[in-house]
Nanobody, 124 residues
Framework: QVQLAESGGGLVQAGGSLRLSCAASGRTFSMSAMGWFRQTPGKERDFVAAIRWNAGITYYADSVKGRFTISRDKAKNTVYLQMNSLKFEDTAVYYC?????????????????WGQGTQVTVSS
């Protein structure tokens, strides 16, 4: 089992920045990739970004390319999401997820472990 704990959410004005963190514990050696998803009320969870744990290869949704950066610190078993130039439409609950088998990163169904989520609110 892998446990994930997100932090760093909050309220920010449009154009501002936030950095989310996700600390993994437990059987972290089994992780092949970690990702960030976000969800607004009444909608499905959408892919935001992902990173292959060992190779460090990154993936982004078109809506956040050039504004968000995903990174990881293997020594700390932590993945980060640096969010710059935030927009009102970035408002959502952000979830961290971890995947055991590397089978693709953009579908939430491919992830095995999830954090509880952290709220990000961008005021316009």
């Amino acid at each position: 089992q892998v446990q994930l704990a997100e932090s760093g959410g909050g309220l920010v004005q449009a154009g501002g920045s936030l950095r989310l963190s996700c600390a993994a514990s437990g059987r972290t050696f089994s992780m092949s990739a970690m990702g960030w998803f976000r969800q607004t009320p009444g909608k499905e969870r959408d892919f935001v970004a992902a990173i292959r744990w060992n190779a460090g290869i990154t993936y982004y949704a078109d809506s956040v390319k050039g504004r968000f950066t995903i990174s990881r610190d293997k020594a700390k078993n932590t993945v980060y999401l640096q969010m710059n130039s935030l927009k009102f439409e970035d408002t959502a609950v952000y979830y961290c997820a971890a995947q055991k088998a590397l089978v693709g990163v953009q579908s939430e169904r491919l992830y095995d472990y999830w954090g509880q989520g952290t709220q990000v609110t961008v005021s316009s």
